[in-house]
């Protein structure tokens, strides 16, 4: 969200003694441009009760980084609020709290027996840091495979290529599905050299440089981050890890797409927690139904809202048993997206690594793909999309 640089930075405060909340209330009060608008007794966890009654722009929180329990509810706290940038502070600073901290994307650690303009100056710099960036990050997308061979790393790569084609918006693509990840052979013929696993075993020194280095540009606004080649290394990555990279994958991307099979682990449950949207893929036959059915009531049981969910229907048959609307009402949702089967262009596509806008730009799966593309801002799904979905269709819809 777009913060207007005069307007002062909301700070909620959160420390675990008294004397300590007093004395840091004290030093936020007399810093220009700052507004503590919500002061709490507490720590991390106490921390996650106070945002989500109060929106807030930073939290000043006194907290452990390194401790599991501290750890958790910060990891939380960034995947539930985004927006807020977090400042840590402690009495004392251990490397391994550093480490731990630098692990889930948090880049200000104020020691509270160090220099006392050390908290000035880092809420010096978030504001600096707002008033220039527009928007808070880039929209990650997580695309799920409600079966195998649902067509979700179809439309998450072609999806990807599609929308950096259409602006000079920057897209990258991260293939999550550590222990099958095939994303980059949809888009390129080159062999990539380093792998999601790399990037996150270096998290913490994690940069744009880095970052460069392990990616497949595929277009000069679209890089993909390829899925180890060996399955075993999947089992490295954990949630704090995801969530590191995520959170730096969105500071750099406008688009994070993520393409993340059918796993669900740690990891991938974090990059649903920290996606804007997820596109479960099905087909209109009855397997893929039931799977779709599961995956929507799992996403339910994890919280997320109905709006969050939005559920592509791949390789669309007219004539299938099951229409469209069979599926939306076991569904009990509606579909955000359709694309027409094609087997021709979908297979001369996955066996040459020619993404389908450049290989067949008239056909058919092209351009639904460009309309999905230009649909992805839409801020509701459901309403305004009876009308798109008739327009694809036809009048038989
Ligand atoms: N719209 C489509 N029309 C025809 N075939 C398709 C379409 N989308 C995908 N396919 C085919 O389905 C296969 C499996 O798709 P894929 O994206 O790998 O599935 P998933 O990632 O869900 O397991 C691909 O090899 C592709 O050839
Ligand atoms: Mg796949």
Known sequence: MPMPTSEP????????TQPRLDATYDLLRGIPGVNVSVVTLGGAYEAIGVLAEQKS??????????????????THIIAQHPSVVIVLIAADISVDMLRAALRIGLKEVVSLNGDPAELPQALDRIRRSRSHSVATGGQVMAFVSCKGGSGATFIATNL???????????????????????????????????????IVRDVHRVDAALLESAVVQVLP???VLPAPNDPT????IGGA????????????????????????????VQALD??????PVLQQTLPYVRDGKRMLSLFKSLGYSEGKQRPVLSRFDRNADITQKDLEDALEAPLFAVLPNDYKVASASVNQGVPVPKLARSSAIAKSLSEFAGRIDDP??????????????????
């Open 160 to 198: 990807g290529y599609a929308l950096a084609e259409r602006s000079n918006k920057r897209v990258m693509l991260i293939d999550l599905n550590l222990q099958f990840g095939d994303a980059i052979l949809y888009l390129s013929d080159r062999r990539p050299v380093s792998s999601v696993v790399d």
């Open 57 to 74: 722009d930073v939290l000043v929180v006194e907290a452990d980084a390194s401790s599991a329990s501290d750890y958790e509810a910060l």
């Open 221 to 223: 606004n679209f890089w």
């Open 380 to 397: 509701i799904s459901a309403p305004g999309q009876t009308s798109w979905i008739k327009r694809f269709l036809g009048s038989r819809g």
């Open 274 to 279: 920290m996606s804007d949207h997820i596109y």
């Open 241 to 268: 890890d995801v969530s590191g990279l995520l959170s730096f994958a969105r500071s750099q991307a406008d688009y994070v797409i993520l393409d993340l099979g059918r796993t669900l682990d740690a990891g991938t």
């Open 9 to 16: 930075l909301k700070i909620a405060l959160c420390c675990r």
């Open 233 to 236: 290394a999947a089992s490295e």
